[in-house]
């Protein structure tokens, strides 16, 4: 009887101890039915039918983030290798969303791999069309572009694109090189310019300050000479009253 009764206890602990699940904070659980979406069971405890509803997958729905390297070509055929960090979520906690990010792939493996895929195709379109001069300065375009492709696939899967930053834009070493000796040499003949208006500015200084002087100094030879012509006459007038 005794034996009977602890196992008969046992049974009824076991059972309400699977009656209650318990949903941690930045998560939603997927709840089904022999296989088929019943719920979305959301942060803290939570009642389920006990041999009946089962966990089928549990979501987090805080930001996500993930790092991309990938290579594409330019118009003119030059390589750009690209490194990017990629900030995604989920939507909201609603149904249906939850429903389309649990049932829309078979798991999280393949969601990653079908969104990564899928940004990589976005860029590389976008830099087939442009030449690799001007890639460095669509940055931003580069950004934007993605960000209105992809934006209604992801809402299909459930999920949200908050932010795409393209943190390294790269070519092969030649093109590099090459970049490198274009931006020294404009240096260069910045400097160059900026010392020949530097030394033309001096001089011209310079011819100002000699222009001015001789001016001066004729000037003042003029007023030495009236006064020397003044005192002749009144020497001459002083002489004749004199006489």
Same mark, same amino acid.
């Given at each position: 009887?005794?034996?009977?009764? &602890? ?28 296989? *088929? ?34 290579? &594409?070509?330019?118009? +003119?055929?030059? /390589? ?33 791999? &079908? ?6 195709? @976005? ?17 931003? +375009? ?29 070519? +092969? ?6 970049? @490198?000796?274009?931006?020294?040499? /404009? ?17 011209? *200084? ?17 007023? &030495? ?19």
């Amino acid at each position: 009887m005794v034996p009977s009764f &602890a196992i008969l206890l046992v049974i009824i602990l076991v059972t309400l101890f699977l009656c209650f699940v318990t949903v941690q904070q930045g998560t939603v659980a997927v709840i089904t039915i022999f296989g *088929k979406f019943r719920r979305v069971m959301y942060p803290g405890l939570n009642f389920k039918i006990p041999l009946i509803e089962s966990v089928f997958r549990r979501i987090s729905v805080q930001n996500r983030s993930v790092e991309l390297e990938f290579q &594409a070509i330019t118009v +003119d055929q030059a /390589n750009v290798y690209f490194k990017a960090m990629l900030l995604y979520s989920v939507i909201n906690h609603d149904s249906q969303t939850i429903q389309n990010v649990a049932f829309k792939f078979v798991d999280e493996r393949n969601f990653m791999q &079908a969104l990564i895929r899928t940004i990589e195709g @976005s860029i590389r379109g976008f830099v087939a069309l442009k030449k690799q001069a001007d890639v460095l300065g669509l940055r931003k +375009d580069i950004t934007e572009h993605v960000k209105e492709q992809i934006d209604i696939g992801l809402e299909e899967w459930g999920y949200h694109l908050q932010d795409l930053q393209l943190n390294d834009i790269t070519f +092969d070493e030649a093109i590099m090189k090459s970049m @490198s000796q274009v931006v020294a040499s /404009n240096n260069l003949k910045a400097a160059a310019e900026n010392e020949g208006q530097a030394l033309l500015i001096t001089k011209t *200084k310079a011819a100002e300050a000699e222009g001015n002087a001789i001016k001066i100094s004729a000037s003042a030879e003029r007023e &030495a000479a009236q006064m020397r012509g003044q005192g002749v006459a009144l020497f001459r007038q002083e002489v004749a009253i004199k006489v």
